[in-house]
């Protein structure tokens, strides 16, 4: 059966909204992710904190040699080949969906491009200094950077549109 022209229209609409959507947001993600990075390695030595809310909130400059929340330290170039991999599965996906006539919803778009941009950040940190820096520190929870929020943030949107498919 064919689409009717308003199918059509709507269809092209996704895509290209989609093709502004995830280069938008992976742009952005590591712009802000570099430029802080980058602003508090200047402002602040390793290790070194300052309080914004005292006991809640503080600016800590830490490098991670591990991953996620400094888990298994030191282990060199594993943490560069599995962001390859997942950025690449990423890539993949998205290129998938697009040329199989299946259309992606706004939410995986953006929950993909969140996880790419966080990956390609803590990525760079990798190559180019051997481990991630952090800075965002609440005290009660490991020290983290803009790049892991995006990553959380995407695979939170991620799996909360397959709860809500699962649902319907």
Not at 115 to 144: E, M, S
Request: aromatic residues 14%; charged residues 15%; neutral net charge.
């Amino acid at each position: 059966m064919a689409a009717s022209p308003r199918e059509v229209m709507n269809k092209r609409f996704h895509v290209q909204l989609d093709v502004i959507v995830a280069p938008v947001t992976v742009f952005l993600v590591l712009f802000f992710d570099r430029i802080t990075k980058n602003f508090f390695s200047q402002v602040l030595s390793e290790g070194e904190s300052i309080p914004v809310i005292k006991n809640a909130f503080h600016f800590s400059l830490v490098h991670n040699t591990g991953i996620a929340f400094g888990l298994f330290k030191d282990q060199g170039i594993v943490f560069i080949i599995i962001p390859v991999i997942a950025i690449i599965l990423l890539i993949y996906n998205i290129y998938y969906y697009r040329n199989h006539e299946h259309s992606l919803n706004l939410i995986y778009v953006t929950g993909f491009s969140l996880i790419l941009a966080g990956a390609l950040g803590n990525l760079i940190d990798r190559v180019i200094y051997g481990y991630v820096i952090d800075f965002l520190d609440f005290r009660i929870w490991p020290v983290f950077n803009i790049a892991d929020s995006a990553i959380t943030v995407g695979a939170l949107l991620i799996a909360w549109k397959c709860l809500r498919l699962r649902e319907e």
